[in-house]
């Protein structure tokens, strides 16, 4: 099975210049916590993302303007993501051996066209392998990206 068999295919995405009150009322209309961060809405060239805990944390808890914060000043940058014909399980190691929640889906020439979210995982995984990627993303002492 590949992330495209279980992707949210077309996710929404903004721009770097989005700011977060933008962002975060697209995080709220598409019941997500995470958006992806591309060059700019023709291109969909993936350059970061923008998480809820990026505008609580980096922004909200640091005393910043929020209504004139851009997404830029917030998201993370030079992030993982997996090409589309990635098979699952590859993308459910990348996700573990990186601690990340959720991991951009790009085509061939570093568009974004889907993200794979732990969610996704656990509706087409077996138990074991939900369990897995749940603890190992889970785990202290890293530095989960998103």
């Known amino acids: 099975m590949r992330v495209?068999?279980?992707?949210?295919?077309d996710p929404a995405c903004c721009t770097p210049q989005t700011?977060?009150?933008e962002v975060a009322q697209m995080m709220k209309d598409n019941d997500c916590g995470e958006i992806p961060v591309c060059d700019s809405e023709e291109s969909r060239?993936?350059?970061?993302?923008?998480?809820?805990?990026?505008?609580t944390v980096r922004a909200v808890a640091e005393g910043f303007d929020v209504a004139a914060t851009t997404v830029e000043d917030v998201m993370s940058k030079?992030?993982?993501s997996v090409p589309e014909d990635t098979s699952v399980s590859e993308c459910r190691e990348q996700m573990e051996d990186h601690q990340i929640r959720r991991m951009p889906v790009?085509?061939?020439q570093g568009r974004c066209v889907g993200i794979v979210a732990q969610a996704d995982i656990a509706r087409n995984a077996s138990t074991r392998h939900t369990a897995e990627l749940v603890k190992d993303v889970s785990r202290p002492g890293g530095q989960p990206q998103a």
């Open 78 to 80: 030079n992030v993982l």
């Open 4 to 9: 495209t068999d279980i992707m949210t295919a």
């Open 45 to 55: 060239q993936l350059v970061g993302v923008v998480t809820d805990r990026d505008i």
């Open 106 to 108: 790009v085509d061939s």
């Open 19 to 21: 700011t977060l009150p």
